[in-house]
Nanobody, 123 residues
Framework: QVQLVESGGGLVQAGGSLRLSCAAS????????MGWFRQAPGKEREFVAA????????YYVDSVKGRFTISRDNAKNTRYLQMNSLKPEDTAVYYC????????????????WGQGTQVTVSS
């Protein structure tokens, strides 16, 4: 059983920053990848960023490149999403998820999901 717990969401003004955390527990992770997704009201869940468990590879959706950074702390089994220069269109519920077979941008490749954390960016 894998548990993922997100934290760090909140309300911020446009141009501000937030750091999301995702703490994983329940099993040993080695070849997994962790991704961040988001879902705005009335829209489908979309990929944001992903990182291999080793941290050797990362991938971002174009709309967040240069603004968001995904990172890891393996000692804490925690992954982070640093979000800078936030825009109102970044408003969504953000989810972390774990993929058993490596980096992917597809929701169907992720086996475990957190409960989500709300990020609201005001203009």
């Amino acid at each position: 059983q894998v548990q993922l717990v997100e934290s760090g969401g909140g309300l911020v003004q446009a141009g501000g920053s937030l750091r999301l955390s995702c703490a994983a527990s329940g099993r040993t992770f080695s070849n997994y990848a962790m991704g961040w997704f988001r879902q705005a009201p009335g829209k489908e869940r979309e990929f944001v960023a992903a990182i291999t468990w080793s941290g050797s590879s990362t991938y971002y959706v174009d709309s967040v490149k240069g603004r968001f950074t995904i990172s890891r702390d393996n000692a804490k089994n925690t992954r982070y999403l640093q979000m800078n220069s936030l825009k109102p269109e970044d408003t969504a519920v953000y989810y972390c998820a774990v993929a058993s077979y490596g980096l992917s941008t597809r929701t169907r490749d992720y086996d475990y999901w957190g409960q989500g954390t709300q990020v609201t960016v005001s203009s």
